[in-house]
Each structure stands twice: as C-alpha cells, then as structure tokens.
C-alpha cells in the first residue's frame, strides 16, 4: 500500500511540476511573438531564467536536507559515503544556479581560445554545459548505488540527462530564433527533470525515518541499511 501511494505521489508531483513548466514555456513564446521577438523571455533575467534559477536553487536546497538526512540514519561507513552524494549535488546544482543567473558559462569558448591568439567567436556555448554533464555523469556513475536507491529518482535523472544532451547540442554553432527556444525549452525541462529526482530522493529518505522509528523496527536491518 505504501508503496502504491509513494507511486501516486511520484507521478502526481512530476504532472503538477511539468505542467507548470510547460505553461510558463507556452505563455512565454506567445509574449515573445506578440512582442516581435520571441526568444525575449528566455533572455537573461527574463521569466524563464527567473524560473529556471529558482529551481535549480530549490534543488541545491532539497539535496542537502536529503544529505543532512541520510547521514543522520546511515549507520555504517559505506552507507554515509554513499549518502554525500547528496552534498556534492547541493553544490553542484548552488553553481548552477549561480551560473543560471549570471550567465557564467556565456562566453567561456571564446575566452579559451583567445588564450591562443584566436579572436574569433568559435560558437562552441554548448561545449561547457557539455562538460558539465559529462563530470555529472561521472558523479553519479561513481555514487550509483545511492542514486538507483529510489527507482524514481534514477528514471528522473535519465531524462534530465537526455535533456541536457540536447540543450549542449542546440547550443553549438549560429543559432536560429527557433533553436534558441528549443534549447532554452529543453533546458527548463531538464532543470525541472532533475528536482523531481531529488524530491522522490527526498520521499525516499523520509520513508526510510518513518519505517526506523516505526514501533518494532529491527536495530538490525537499519544496521544494513
């Protein structure tokens, strides 16, 4: 029963969590045309940015209650290593945010290649948030065990994989108005992806605290936990 109901919650939270998302999406390229330029929300400090920051701030957040959490239950050494997972996310996804806002990454191609005498715009602003993903696949590779814990989280974190895959490929090369919004759409939908993970984490550990404190729960069992 309970896990039905962990289920519910799951498909309930990300149908409420993408439906929102994806109005905001909607109501932002229909302002954008009306106004004649529709990738104008998607700028910085625009309603997308604005929502796409704020979420990766609440992901930051939810990840280092999930750490602060699993380490106060985990009873053996390897069970809490695995659990600072949780932290290095908080941080990751704080970076994000920051960059998210301030657009730290813009730029960063050019930058490089100027330190080798080229001063032309080489187009490659996908190539860091490539980078990104590529040193968060490897995280989360080598902390696999924590994350294939909750079945939902790992199936949320796939698919904001993919949809960070696709926001590093559009962001490559002379991007077209349209490719722009696709990128910028792709993104917000893998930022959304990713603190629907970490809230079905965040089910999972406090599932886990009620069924420790559960009257006749075996010491035991949460010794192996």
């Known amino acids: 029963m309970a896990t039905a109901v962990d289920g519910n919650w799951t498909a309930k939270a990300a149908v409420a969590f993408f439906a929102v998302n994806i109005v905001a999406i909607v109501a932002a390229i229909i302002s954008g045309y009306e106004m004649g330029a529709l990738t104008h929300r998607f700028e910085e400090r625009q309603a997308i940015t604005f929502l796409s920051s704020n979420q990766l701030a609440a992901t930051a957040i939810v990840a280092w209650i999930i750490f602060l ?8 050494k390897p069970s809490r290593r695995q659990a600072s997972f949780w932290a290095f996310s908080a941080f990751g996804f704080l970076y994000l945010m920051l960059d998210e806002a301030f657009q730290f990454h813009e730029g960063m191609d050019t930058t490089f290649f100027r330190l ?6 080489p187009m490659l602003d996908g ?3 490539a980078i990104y993903g590529v040193l968060a696949a490897a995280l989360c590779y080598y902390f696999r065990r924590e994350i294939t814990r909750y079945s939902a989280t790992l199936s949320f ?3 904001g994989g993919f949809f960070l895959a696709v926001t590093s490929f559009l962001n490559l090369g002379m991007a077209t108005t349209v490719q722009i919004v696709v990128e910028e759409c792709a993104k917000l939908l893998g930022v959304v992806s990713f603190l629907l993970g970490h809230l079905a984490a965040l089910a999972g550990v406090i599932r886990e605290a009620a069924t420790d404190h559960a009257p006749g729960a075996d010491p035991v069992s949460r010794q192996l936990t």
Not at 69 to 76: G, H, N, Y
Not at 116 to 121: A, H, K, N, P, W
Request: proline content about 5%.
């Open 127 to 129: 190539a860091p948030t």
């Open 157 to 159: 974190f796939l698919l």
């Open 69 to 76: 959490l699993a380490r106060s239950l985990r009873t053996t």
């Open 116 to 121: 080798f005498g080229v001063e032309t715009d």
